[in-house]
């Protein structure tokens, strides 16, 4: 029997930190968030006490993991957009790598000696052979992916120096919310696929764009991997009991190991929810991969993780109360083309 103890989860208040926060109480774990409040919302944090402060406040990030008596973190406050990025990487350097730095300086002082980051699959760039393993050559292209994978180096030196040990979860696209109900999918700006079309398809905005109709894909269209947040909570629980049974540190794919295209997805939108999705067809964006989609046998073989929702449809069901769209029964449904 695995001890339970308080871990710190720095960003619960965001979309999938409050995912992961109600993973972790539902195991009997105590989520003890760490959050700015920059993008996140208090009133996701309902599963442990909240801590507003900010990961550069080496000593209230300290002082909270001493007052818990916290042995793990689970790191996920980060700022997130890869345009934001580009047209701001001072703010990428400062919040990530900083923030990674004084957390870790604080994980030193209070004796935390094991950290589970939220890296992505922004870290391995636009590589050439599909599906990406975790040997794949990490060559980011864009700030938000350097920084991420300046946090996987500085968790291997320190390491090597100070014997924090960590998993490194390289999520692919972060989708759906929670299948109860008590979380919702967030942001603000939105920026991600299925958020922006459920949104469009709501009237919540004008037609979707969608970037790129001429890529080598099944319809022209990008290929992502889309991973249920709640999937993605449940990776995180499985990283921490492989800690805290002394596993080695690792860096692991989190995906589902299926790609699905973005004329797709608005498919299983109308699927989904009964409405289509509007939108026109744009010229491809700079830097967009035609593909990503993850080789997940690692995660697998060392964790025992698969994905338990791996169905775009269901995905998309668990969304779409989010922006105000009610799912239609399960029997009305088609098959997506393919
Ligand atoms: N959403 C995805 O598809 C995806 C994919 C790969 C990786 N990730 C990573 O997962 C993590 C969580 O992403 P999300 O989509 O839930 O984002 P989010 O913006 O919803 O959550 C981030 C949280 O961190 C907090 N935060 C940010 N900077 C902080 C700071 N300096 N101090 C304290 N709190 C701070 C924010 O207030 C917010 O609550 C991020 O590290 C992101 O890079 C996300």
């Known amino acids: 029997m695995i001890e339970r103890s308080p871990i710190m989860v720095t960003g619960g208040a965001g979309f999938i930190g409050s995912h992961a926060c109600k993973a972790l109480s539902d195991a009997g774990h105590l989520p003890v968030t760490l959050d700015d409040l920059s993008t996140g919302n208090r009133d996701a944090v309902k599963w442990g006490p909240l801590a507003v402060a900010g990961l550069q406040d080496t000593k209230a990030v300290a002082a909270a993991l001493q007052a818990h008596g916290v042995r793990m973190v689970m790191h996920f406050a980060a700022s997130a957009y890869v345009g934001e990025s580009m047209r701001d990487p001072a703010l990428y350097y400062l919040n990530n790598v900083g923030g990674m730095t004084s957390l870790l300086a604080a994980c030193r002082a209070a004796r935390v000696d094991k950290v589970i980051l939220s890296s992505s699959c922004a870290t391995y760039g636009i590589p050439d ?102 999937d993605l909570a449940r990776g995180h629980l499985l990283a921490a009991d492989y800690l805290e049974t002394g596993g080695e540190s690792c860096a692991l794919n989190l995906g589902t190991g299926r790609g699905y295209t973005v004329l797709e997805v608005l498919a299983a939108i109308k699927q989904a929810t009964g409405v289509a999705v509007p939108y026109r067809l744009s010229p491809r964006r700079a830097g967009d991969p035609p593909m990503l989609t993850a080789d997940v046998s690692r995660a697998q073989r060392v964790l025992g993780f698969k994905a338990a929702c791996p169905d775009l449809v269901q995905i998309i069901r668990d969304a779409a109360p989010s922006f105000g769209l009610n799912p239609v029964p399960e029997e009305a449904d088609a098959q997506i083309p393919a």
């Open 129 to 230: 052979r599909m599906p990406i393993t975790e040997d794949t050559p990490q060559q980011p292209v864009n700030p938000y992916g350097r920084t991420k994978l300046i946090c996987e180096q500085m968790l291997q030196d320190y390491e090597a120096a100070y014997g924090i040990r960590h998993v490194a979860l390289r999520y692919f696209n972060a989708a759906g919310a929670d299948p109860e109900g008590e979380l919702f999918e967030c942001h603000d700006p939105e920026t991600h696929l299925i958020p922006l079309a459920l949104m469009a398809a709501a009237g919540q905005r004008g037609p979707l764009e969608v970037f790129g109709s001429d890529y080598a894909t099944r319809d022209g269209s990008c290929e992502r991997d889309y991973i249920h947040v709640s």
